[in-house]
């Protein structure tokens, strides 16, 4: 086989990859699922909060309104950020990455203040989306920069 066959050859090889959509790892999929479960558990805090300003139980109605609002903002951005983790998208990985030092910041917080039913589940997450994250597949599929073709691969 002559250069040329050979070049021929790897494009079609690499035309052939290009057009298959890339396997997304399962710890990819696992982290958007806690990204996602993360981004309703801000969700139906924020709604509660909601309901106690509404009802009068919240310290400053204005804050309470502001809290609010600020909570569900969070849930939408932490919404797009599964979305992205669910499409292996490599802009995915650093806010993931904060979401899970937050939560797990916060759900400390919370079980140092007694308030185990939110703390726990929330350390939970945490863990489990740094895992998830931080695993060797999910490192790859992850990764910025341009993909290496399947030839060029050292595996």
Known sequence: MDSRSKARARAQVSDAGAAEPPQRPRSVIGAAVVQG?????????????GFDTGSGRSYHA???VALTVIG??????LGYVAAGLARARSWSRTPALL??????IVSIYLVQGHR?????PGLVLAVAGFVTL???PSLRALASGPPIPPADRKE
């Not at 479960?37 to 909060?49: C, D, I, R, T, Y």
């Not at 979401?99 to 797990?104: D, E, Y």
């Not at 185990?116 to 726990?120: I, L, P």
């Open 72 to 77: 569900i903002a969070t849930a939408l951005a």
């Open 99 to 104: 979401t899970q030092l937050f939560t797990g």
């Open 62 to 64: 204005d804050s309470g």
């Open 116 to 120: 185990y039913e939110w703390g726990v």
């Open 134 to 136: 931080l695993v060797p």
């Open 37 to 49: 479960v993360e981004a309703a558990g801000v969700l139906l805090a924020s709604v509660l909060a």
